[in-house]
């Protein structure tokens, strides 16, 4: 669902899992969405974002989770 929309690039941001196109992390939305920031706040803030791109950071996050739930 995510793979074209989430990328890293070791040039990119650290390497950092980024939206696609932007130097938007997965981190900063998870971030800003754990304070309280809606989808729309996010939306407004970065116009190269779409609601996608959001969702996708989202299941990218859960997967690497799963991920690191299993290896352990």
Partial sequence: ??????TSD???MM?????????????HILEELAA???VE???EAHPRLTP???YA???YAVELL???KAAS
């Fill in 1 to 6: 669902m995510y793979t074209s929309l989430i």
């Fill in 10 to 12: 070791p040039k990119v």
């Fill in 15 to 27: 390497g950092k899992p980024v939206v696609a196109g932007t130097r938007i992390t997965v981190e």
């Fill in 36 to 38: 309280g920031t809606t």
């Fill in 41 to 43: 706040e996010l939306l």
């Fill in 52 to 54: 996608e791109a959001i």
């Fill in 57 to 59: 950071s989202l299941a």
């Fill in 66 to 68: 799963r991920t690191m």
